[in-house]
T-cell receptor, first 115, second 108 residues
Framework: DTAVSQTPKYLVTQMGNDKSIKCEQN?????MYWYKQDSKKFLKIMFS???????INETVPNRFSPKSPDKAHLNLHINSLELGDSAVYFC??????????????FGPGTRLTVT | KNEVEQSPQNLTAQEGEFITINCSYS?????LHWLQQHPGGGIVSLFM???GKKKHGRLIATINIQEKHSSLHITASHPRDSAVYIC??????????FGTGTRLQVFP
């Protein structure tokens, strides 16, 4: 049983299109995240949600809009895709404790290629 | 300058060698993660620690909070350990800041 799943695994699209990536976790965790891994393999946080509420929004263009319909799902919608959006996007979840936090569980990643 | 620095960036080893990867950070943290990313791309959390030392099989992770430094050791390395190892610090309890990763290749 996959703990954190993402769809699709690969996404190839043209500049200017709008696309969505979906993420689901079956761990019962309260907190979910979106990370971006660039071509140099550097990971950076984009957003985090705790119980459907936006907690972290890291200077990400407003073309990126996360949506959390319930605490098990965190989707990422991207408008007007640009070449620079090409990257691997990872979803993750953790149980938020308010103290030192718990380890994060990562999804398999979605490789987005914008042509 | 990145808030989390790892060394070395690349590491090659012969099977059986003892391996050490270092991580230094410049911010106050609540915990530190060691992650493993295989060539297929998936990321797995190896350890989360906020003090002392943790051991899991052939992997050992240590942290010195005063010196803002952590190490990941692999004993009796094996080709299947070949991966990118990423140090990430938990800042403000809910935000991970990542190092640039160490690419490890272990040859038979």
């Amino acid at each position: 049983d996959t703990a954190v799943s993402q769809t699709p695994k690969y996404l190839v699209t043209q500049m200017g299109n709008d696309k969505s990536i979906k993420c689901e976790q079956n761990l019962g965790h309260d907190t979910m995240y979106w990370y971006k891994q660039d071509s140099k393999k550097f990971l950076k946080i984009m957003f985090s949600y705790n119980n459907k509420e936006l907690i972290i929004n890291e200077t990400v263009p407003n073309r990126f809009s996360p949506k959390s319909p319930d605490k098990a799902h965190l989707n990422l919608h991207i408008n007007s895709l640009e070449l620079g959006d090409s990257a691997v996007y990872f979803c993750a979840s953790s149980q938020y404790t308010g103290t030192s936090g718990y380890e994060q569980y990562f999804g398999p990643g979605t490789r987005l290629t914008v042509t | 300058k990145n808030e989390v620095e790892q060394s070395p960036q690349n590491l090659t080893a012969q099977e059986g060698e003892f391996i050490t990867i270092n991580c230094s950070y410049s911010v106050g943290i609540s915990a530190l993660h060691w992650l493993q990313q295989h060539p297929g791309g998936g990321i797995v959390s190896l350890f989360m620690l906020s003090s002392g030392k943790k051991k899991h099989g052939r992997l050992i992770a240590t942290i010195n909070i005063q010196e803002k430094h952590s190490s990941l050791h692999i004993t009796a390395s094996h080709p299947r350990d070949s991966a990118v190892y990423i140090c990430a610090v938990l800042y403000n309890t809910d935000k991970l800041i990542f190092g640039t990763g160490t690419r490890l290749q272990v040859f038979p």
